[in-house]
């Protein structure tokens, strides 16, 4: 897996917590 997905996984996580909060 590469380091750059795995950042892009947390802050689309961190996003759509921000949206659906």
Request: aromatic share 10%; no cysteine; net charge neutral.
């Given at each position: 897996s590469?380091?750059?997905?795995a ?15």
């Amino acid at each position: 897996s590469m380091p750059t997905s795995a950042a892009l996984d947390v802050v689309a996580r961190h996003l759509n917590l921000k949206f659906f909060e």
